[in-house]
């Protein structure tokens, strides 16, 4: 049996959404997943000017 599989209706998108509602949606979306991105790459430059800053003076706080 070739039947296609379609998801129940409460797990589909409302048909009532308009497309600038899902543009809007997905802009939130990508500002939310940089804004994550920004941050991890911060945290992860810190820690390495960190490492660096106290290999430079001998490891003391």
Same mark, same amino acid.
């Not at 997905?26 to 941050?39: F, G, H, N, Y």
């Given at each position: *049996?070739? @039947? $296609? =599989?379609?998801?129940? #209706? &409460?797990?589909?998108?409302? @048909?009532?959404? &308009?497309?600038?509602?899902? !543009?809007?949606? /997905?802009? +939130?979306? =990508?500002?939310? #997943?940089? &804004? $994550? =991105? ?5 945290? *992860?430059?810190? /820690?390495?000017? !960190?490492? +660096?800053?106290?290999? #430079? $003076?001998?490891? #003391? &706080?």
């Amino acid at each position: *049996m070739n @039947a $296609i =599989l379609t998801p129940p #209706a &409460s797990a589909a998108e409302p @048909a009532t959404e &308009s497309a600038e509602e899902r !543009r809007a949606d /997905r802009e +939130r979306r =990508l500002d939310e #997943a940089a &804004s $994550i =991105l920004a941050k991890t790459l911060l945290d *992860m430059w810190r /820690r390495e000017h !960190r490492a +660096r800053r106290e290999a #430079a $003076i001998g490891g #003391a &706080s």
